[in-house]
């Protein structure tokens, strides 16, 4: 019986190992492993290696001399990294092959509860910070689309109801950034409740009338961004916005992987095919080395600083930071300080099955942008085309809102979503607490379910001495609901404004038919929402109900996106094990 050389025992046990990212980076100097056209060739043959769906083809002859002379020159690690570089995603066992892609489990949510019902006795306030990131909305479209339910912590409601733009009424005023838009009217899962729906609207200009921009695309350009859904989907996304830039926008590109460069230097914005060429030459390959990435991505934004203009680090990555030291309180100092130097962070995520959507959705926030996931070419289109002006410039800054329920006319209240935008009632006046940033023309909504004061059914059990408080008739604004303030800044200003509306029981719409259908979807939504997070408070309120209210709110759908919604919802109900009734 024959025995194994060590050599190439080593390579096998190396290829054993390997997980979703390179352990060292990619040495350019030492070059490829592919065929001359980029594919890897069968052993004894001139055709590509064949390829079993779902899994990466066999490791190839060419590949394993190459990473043999490289152990005979005593670079284990570089071996290591020559075999991956066509196979991401995948590890090799000598006995069953070719393992899975990147292991499910790889995905990072932030863990969070439902928001709490809560009494106006005891809690009248509730105080939270806006949030118009919609990657949560795109994520569970991409489970959906692939036939899994997603994972609960996946799934923030209010990035699923703010995905969709809503027709409310635009400020009329250019001093007042937004206008607020109040609805009160039935809950579709419970007939003694009721729904506050609370609409911002942002002024809108076009991409033509913002101010000039200075923008750093950052791509991760690490190992686990190999793939049509990630290095090639991104090319192709950047190529879109920046079809969009003009000759006073300047765009620069710097990559990460291993360590962190530069591709292209501050660029008119009109030298589209230099542009171009640089998107074009970039290639997956290396360890994820983020931080030092971020770093750099800040020091080209300061170096042509548009001190009026607009001033944004665009950080494309699936955000598997994990190679090297990644201090994220560093991180997240480093871009507070920029975010307050007047350098923004947006974050466009990609991939599957190893997406740290925890990690970005803070990076965003962190620095007063938006987290967006790309999942296809279309949604790249809406973000970076469509919504560019919202992306790009940011109208109100620091945007809270606190709700405080009277007690005389509101039994229970919860909050539908926001769960991670939680703010204390002392932030709400504090002007050194950073909070969510409305950008030009953005809408955003949020949803309060409330139970009236005379309802049968509360989930809350009562309290011994509720009835010695003071007769609503003695109490300050008796025919209130609740009373709505909203605090923001205006883009460099240190103070901040006030904006208060009270909701009265007089303004209740009776029958759910004839809310707004702006009112009506936003429910269906947020009902979807809540059912794939386990419908804890929607009581019988099902995917055919879903879809049906929605159906009927549909309205004015220029891109489809709320036709697209009905049949995720169809979708879900099926993955659910849920027959729906066919209309």
């Not at 190396?14 to 492993?33: E, Y």
């Not at 190679?323 to 130097?341: S, Y």
């Not at 504090?430 to 309060?448: E, F, K, P, Q, S």
């Amino acid at each position: 019986m024959s025995t194994m050389p060590f050599h190439r025992l080593l390579v096998v046990c190396l290829v054993a190992v390997v997980g979703c990212s390179p352990i060292a980076p990619v040495d350019p100097a030492r070059g490829p492993v592919n065929g001359s056209d980029g594919s890897d060739i069968a052993p004894g043959t001139n055709e590509p290696a064949p390829n079993e769906p779902g899994t990466p083809p066999p490791l190839t002859h060419r590949t394993k001399s190459h990473a043999e002379r490289l152990l005979a020159r005593g670079d284990a690690a570089y071996a290591t990294q020559e075999i991956h570089a066509g196979h991401p995603g995948a590890a090799f066992d000598p006995h069953t092959g070719w393992a899975p892609a990147v292991p499910a489990d790889r995905e990072r949510y932030a863990r969070f509860d439902d928001n709490p019902v809560q009494s106006p006795t005891s809690d009248p306030v509730s105080t939270f910070s806006i949030d118009v990131d919609t990657a949560s909305y795109a994520r569970v479209r991409r489970f959906l689309n692939q036939g899994q339910l997603p994972h609960p912590d996946a799934i923030r409601t209010e990035e699923l109801v703010n995905y969709f733009d809503y027709a409310y009424p635009a400020p009329t005023d250019r001093d007042k950034p937004f206008a607020v838009h109040l609805e009160l009217g039935p809950s579709p899962w419970h007939p003694e409740r009721q729904l506050l729906h609370i609409g911002l609207k942002g002024w809108t200009r076009s991409t033509a009338e913002l101010p000039p921009a200075n923008l750093v695309f950052l791509v991760d350009v690490s190992g686990s961004m190999q793939g049509p859904d990630r290095i090639d989907l991104l090319r192709a996304s950047l190529k879109l916005l920046a079809g969009q830039l003009r000759p006073q926008d300047r765009i620069s590109i710097a990559v990460y992987a291993g360590a962190a460069g530069t591709v292209l230097e501050p660029t008119p914005g009109d030298q589209r095919a230099r542009i171009i060429a640089a998107l074009d030459a970039l290639e997956a390959g290396g360890s994820t080395n983020g931080g030092a990435g971020i770093q750099l991505a800040y020091a080209l934004a300061r170096q042509h600083l548009a001190p009026d203009g607009i001033n944004r680090v665009i950080l494309a990555t699936d955000g598997d930071f994990n190679v090297g030291v990644v201090d994220q309180r560093g991180l997240e100092q480093l871009i507070a300080r920029e975010r307050d130097a007047g350098i923004g962070l947006t974050v466009l995520g990609f991939g599957m099955g190893n997406y740290n959507d925890a990690l970005m959705q803070h990076l965003a926030q962190t620095g007063n942008g938006n987290a967006a996931y790309i999942d296809t070419l279309n949604e790249a289109r809406k973000v970076l085309v469509d919504e560019l002006a919202s992306t790009l410039e940011i109208i109100a800054r620091d945007v809270k809102i606190q709700v405080e329920f009277n007690p005389a006319s509101v039994a229970e209240y919860r909050l539908i979503g926001y769960e991670t935008r939680h703010l204390e009632r002392a932030d709400f006046a504090n002007d050194r607490v950073d909070a969510g940033d409305i950008g030009a023309g953005h809408t955003v909504t949020a949803l309060y379910e409330i139970t009236p004061v005379g309802a049968s059914e509360t989930l809350l059990e009562p309290l011994r001495y509720a009835g010695a408080r003071p007769p609503a008739a003695a109490r300050t604004g008796a025919d209130e609901v609740a009373f709505v303030r909203l605090r923001y800044k205006l883009p460099g200003a240190a103070e901040s404004r006030l904006l208060e509306h009270p909701v009265r029981t007089s303004d209740a719409v009776a029958r759910l038919d004839a809310t707004s259908a702006d009112y009506r979807f936003a429910a269906a939504v947020a009902g979807f929402g809540q059912l794939l997070r386990g419908g804890r408070y929607t009581g019988d309120f099902g995917h055919g109900d879903v879809m049906a209210l929605a159906r009927g709110a549909r309205d004015a759908d220029p891109f489809g996106y709320r036709g697209e919604f009905l049949g995720l919802a169809g979708t879900a109900a099926a993955l659910a094990g849920r027959p729906v009734a066919s209309h």
